[in-house]
């Protein structure tokens, strides 16, 4: 490979399934690719109890129903759990109890499983990639809470890009922006459109050639063929119209502005799962490859870049 062509893997909104984070770690192998990059939304959103109960078994609601085990059918149901993006926490009735009579400590919890689960995929990536000159970024999203920045930040082999320019082989740079603008669901990294473009115009004020430039921003651009989905009504239901559901663009205004003021060699985006594919702002190309973590499926995009002819070809893969 020439010095000036790259080949990057991007992924995101895996949402803690240990599968697609195991087959992310492995893609930078399979494809051959010089660069790694997870583009937010890393973390899980729900603790999953399994209670010991009578006679040596085990009892979880995972997925909608109840499941009941022996105790060499442990390892399964974790991993089952750990699979669909959820974080398995083995426990007891009185716990359990105690968990009902002081919220705080169910948060406390779920706090522990999200560091040490994220702990032990950096020490997994940073074991899987050790000599293989294959660069890998981890970026937050609008889902992930704050205190994980510094866990990304702990490793010296692993980047978290939020916040910094990074630069990538064969000349190109990366800006990272993980917030949103505002979803129904208040989460933790959210902007009004104005405060988001601020924020992204403080990032892109880091770079010196647009042209060769990354623009890694979590949330798609607004009303484009990669940030439509179902609207929602004020209680999260579908708003309908002659008994379809509408589609509707619920991107960033503030990114498209971005990207149409900028016009980055590349923009890379998810949060919107359903909405896989491209759009062309300008000389601008955004991807987002959309996903299907609850599945056990790591979507992503194979992408070649040439700092002579810029992107070459992009390719969206599933597995």
């Not at 022996?70 to 959820?86: C, N, Q, S, T, V």
């Not at 009735?93 to 499983?113: G, M, N, Q, S, Y």
């Amino acid at each position: 490979m020439r010095s000036h062509d790259i080949k990057i893997f991007f992924a995101t909104d895996i949402h803690g399934s240990d599968r697609c984070f195991r087959k992310f770690v492995n893609a930078g192998k399979f494809y051959g690719a010089d660069v790694l990059i997870m583009g937010g939304d890393i973390t899980g959103k729900m603790l999953v109890p399994i209670v010991e109960a009578a006679g040596g078994r085990y009892r979880s609601h995972v997925f909608g129903r109840d499941r009941e085990v022996e105790a060499e059918e442990l390892p399964a149901l974790r991993k089952l759990i750990a699979d669909g993006g959820l974080y398995a926490y083995d426990t007891t009735p009185d716990e359990i109890a105690e968990f009902r009579e002081r919220p705080e400590l169910v948060e406390e919890t779920f706090r522990k499983r999200m560091h040490a689960t994220l702990t032990a995929w950096m020490s997994l990536a940073e074991e899987r990639l050790a000599g293989t000159g294959i660069m890998c970024l981890l970026a937050p999203g609008n889902d992930d809470p704050f205190f994980i920045d510094d866990v990304l930040r702990s490793s010296t082999m692993l980047i978290n890009p939020e916040g910094q320019l990074v630069e990538l082989p064969g000349g190109f740079t990366m800006i990272s922006v993980g917030y949103s603008n505002p979803t129904p669901w208040a989460s933790p990294r959210e902007l009004p459109e104005d405060q988001l473009a601020e924020r992204i115009d403080r990032e892109a004020a880091k770079v010196a050639d647009t042209s060769k430039a990354i623009f890694n921003l979590h949330v798609p651009p607004k009303d484009t063929p990669i940030d439509q989905a179902m609207a929602l009504d004020e209680e999260f239901r579908p708003v309908l119209k002659s008994g379809s559901p509408v589609i509707t663009g619920v991107g960033s205004s503030a990114v498209r502005d971005a990207m149409a003021t900028y016009q980055p060699l590349l923009g890379l985006h998810g949060h919107i799962h359903e909405s896989r594919g491209e759009a062309a702002i300008g000389r601008s190309r955004s991807i987002n490859p959309g996903s299907e973590y609850s599945e056990g499926v790591l979507r992503g995009a194979l992408i070649s870049l040439s700092t002579r002819k810029g992107v070459r070809g992009y390719q969206l893969v599933a597995g």
